[in-house]
T-cell receptor, first 117, second 113 residues
Framework: GAVVSQHPSRVICKSGTSVKIECRSL??????MFWYRQFPKKSLMLMAT?????????EQGVEKDKFLINHASLTLSTLTVTSAHPEDSSFYIC?????????????FGAGTRLSVL | QQQVKQSPQSLIVQKGGISIINCAYE??????FPWYQQFPGKGPALLIA?????SEKKEGRFTISFNKSAKQFSLHIMDSQPGDSATYFC????????????FGAGTRLFVKA
């Protein structure tokens, strides 16, 4: 299947710093990318949807100024957690949709474990 | 109306047994139903998927059964193995007015050796 690369896999940072997470589709053009947050033993919570070259659409309750999303190309999206605080500690997962070749198929990255001290 | 209800929440199966996970939906606009497998600390991986014009799809030990009239679909894992122990998520997606995928709450499967 298609590959979505997410980096870093784990990051530990101090409170107040910003963290950037990258998501790349390696062998297909991702017309749409998604960012999820997952709490322990819970399902995936969609944070935002982004289409290449346009502003991200955030889900209700997600602070767009805290979670900055950039989808500059068809293969790269980034999530920046600004001024991170301990409550932002979580597992963040990106997903890319192969809208051109695969219809509704979403492929997921391996996730990023963020720990804010 | 956009919910996808998944059950059971957890499941313990003997090695060699059949694992069955069920999902139900309400929105008839959904047109794609994937199942994802997630191991601890990893992202979900697409396992198998089905479209509503098909009642069953089989890939190896994994089978999706789809009942359009009942708005239900299920995942069957035949000859369950300890390596199948993971969390399984059903999902439903549509692409009307914007692509969207709704995930079930997940089922934690443990296969006893």
């Amino acid at each position: 299947g298609a590959v979505v690369s997410q980096h870093p896999s784990r990051v530990i940072c101090k409170s107040g710093t910003s963290v950037k997470i990258e998501c790349r589709s390696l062998d297909f053009q991702a017309t749409t990318m998604f960012w999820y947050r997952q709490f322990p033993k819970k399902s995936l919570m969609l944070m935002a949807t982004s289409n290449e070259g346009s502003k991200a659409t955030y889900e209700q309750g997600v602070e767009k100024d805290k979670f900055l999303i950039n989808h500059a190309s068809l293969t790269l999206s980034t999530l920046t957690v600004t001024s991170a605080h301990p409550e932002d500690s979580s597992f963040y997962i990106c997903s890319a949709r192969d809208g051109l070749g695969g219809g509704n198929i979403q492929y997921f990255g391996a996730g990023t474990r963020l720990s804010v001290l | 109306q956009q919910q996808v209800k998944q059950s059971p929440q957890s499941l313990i199966v003997q090695k060699g047994g059949i694992s069955i996970i069920n999902c139900a939906y309400e929105n008839t606009a959904f047109d794609y139903f994937p199942w994802y497998q997630q191991f601890p600390g990893k992202g979900p991986a697409l396992l198998i998927a089905i479209r509503p014009d098909v009642s069953e799809k089989k890939e190896g030990r994994f089978t999706i059964s789809f009942n359009k009239s009942a708005k239900q679909f299920s995942l069957h894992i035949m000859d369950s193995q300890p390596g199948d122990s993971a969390t399984y998520f059903c999902a439903a997606s549509f692409d009307t007015g914007g692509f969207k995928t709704i995930f079930g709450a997940g089922t934690r499967l443990f296969v006893k050796a």
